[in-house]
């Protein structure tokens, strides 16, 4: 079980972790259009630092963020606080497996591979039973993950990564590192991330920072939504809403609405 502030050590880099993973430029977008037309009260598990909320917040969308971790939520305050819309961020520390929300949700979402920090089939279903009780009826709840790729993994394992070069908040170079292991039974990712503050003689202050996901096959996805209660509306290939294709698809964004139960 990971702890729900897992993400505390990551708080000061995750921006520029964003803006090094692709991927991000293209599921905002997703988000905030899904938000936008939510009717009701609208939910992101996994808030972090408030890079879609704050957005959405910015088109006038008021949004609960619910996270884990205490800084990650501190540096989400600072942006609602700085892009002038404080008042339409609600922001409540609590784990994914065990939170509650102020009133039923019309969307609950779960963006940026955020459920693969729920390691075991037992945490996934804790957070799926939460966020089925806590949806309005006829609320929907929205998702994404990767697609596990055996062959880039086995490129790509033990071979450190340097992802982004920055300034540090005292004007020094700033390296962004990472490595993967992957434990195939476990069907767990351990990446390691390291940043080096670089002195004017070359020589480098290091911090490290450790992250466990895990990754699902999108059958057994199904299966756990299934199970949970969830309808399956629309299984994405990506975020410009194109099929999931078994094989040629790098990602799984899922488009569920939770059954009412009697
Ligand atoms: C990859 S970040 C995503 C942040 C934001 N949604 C985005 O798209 O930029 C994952 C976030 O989920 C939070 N998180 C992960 N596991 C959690 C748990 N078990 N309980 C509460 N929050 C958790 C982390 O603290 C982190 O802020």
Request: aromatic letters at 10%.
């Amino acid at each position: 079980m990971t702890r729900p502030d897992a993400y505390d050590p990551f708080a000061d880099v995750y921006d520029l972790w964003v803006a090094s993973a692709p991927v991000t430029r293209r599921n905002a977008g997703f988000y905030v259009e899904e938000y936008l037309k939510a009717r009701g009260p609208v939910v992101e598990l996994g808030v972090g630092t408030g890079r879609i909320a704050v957005e959405a917040a910015q088109r006038g969308r008021a949004v609960t963020g619910v996270d884990g971790s205490p800084r990650m939520l501190e540096r989400c305050r600072e942006r609602a606080r700085a892009a002038g819309v404080e008042a339409l961020v609600t922001l409540v520390e609590a784990d994914l497996r065990a939170f509650t929300l102020p009133e039923p949700a019309a969307l609950i979402a779960i963006p940026f591979h955020t459920i693969g920090a729920l390691l075991t089939d037992d945490d996934l279903r804790a957070c799926l039973r939460q966020v089925h009780g806590q949806l309005a009826p006829g609320g929907r709840f929205v998702f994404d993950h990767f697609v596990f790729d055996p062959a880039l993994a086995a490129r790509s394992e033990g071979v450190p990564q340097l992802r982004a070069e920055a300034r540090d908040a005292q004007g020094r170079p700033l390296l962004l590192w990472k490595c993967d292991r992957f434990d195939h039974e476990r069907r767990h990712i351990r990446i390691v991330v390291w940043t080096d503050a670089v002195e004017p003689d070359g020589r480098a202050d290091r911090r490290y920072r450790f992250l466990d996901l895990r990754w699902i096959e999108p059958d057994r996805m199904r299966a756990l939504l299934d199970e949970a209660g969830f309808e399956v509306e629309a299984l994405h290939g990506d975020f410009d809403r194109r099929p999931f294709e078994p094989g040629a698809s790098t990602h799984q964004v899922w488009v569920t609405r939770a059954l009412r139960t009697f």
